[in-house]
């Protein structure tokens, strides 16, 4: 009896959706798992910048979801309040770039 091996390769192509995505406060609720007021006072202390003029209107895009993401884990698991969060969140992006010029050379 002779024994066949085969091999199948499978491409999987794809995109990255947080970048192209746009989302309204209550979808953004869903995806961060976090409560409306929260995300509302996250806005009013400048962690996210939606666009749009008022709650109703707002667009989130995948920079502001990924922030609402960390943003919950910070509150959850460090149980930080609002104005804690914000400069966690500076600080976070502070050392982001930081890392970026060292990486370059600058």
């Known amino acids: 009896m002779t024994q066949i091996n085969t091999t199948n390769i499978t491409w999987i192509e ?8 746009h989302m309204s406060i209550v979808e953004l609720s869903h995806a961060a798992r976090t409560p409306q007021e929260l995300i ?13 003029s008022s709650p109703e209107d ?3 895009g995948g920079e502001s979801l990924r922030r609402a993401k960390t943003a919950a884990h910070l509150t959850h698991d460090l ?3 609002v104005p804690g969060v914000a400069l966690a969140l ?16 600058d």
Do not use: H, Q
């Open 40 to 52: 509302m006072s996250w806005v009013t202390e400048g962690v996210l910048s939606p666009t749009g």
């Open 58 to 60: 707002w667009r989130f």
């Open 14 to 21: 794809g995109s990255v959706v947080e970048n192209e995505v």
């Open 79 to 81: 149980d930080l309040n």
């Open 90 to 105: 500076d600080l976070l992006d502070e050392i982001a770039t930081l890392r970026a010029r060292l990486k370059r050379g």
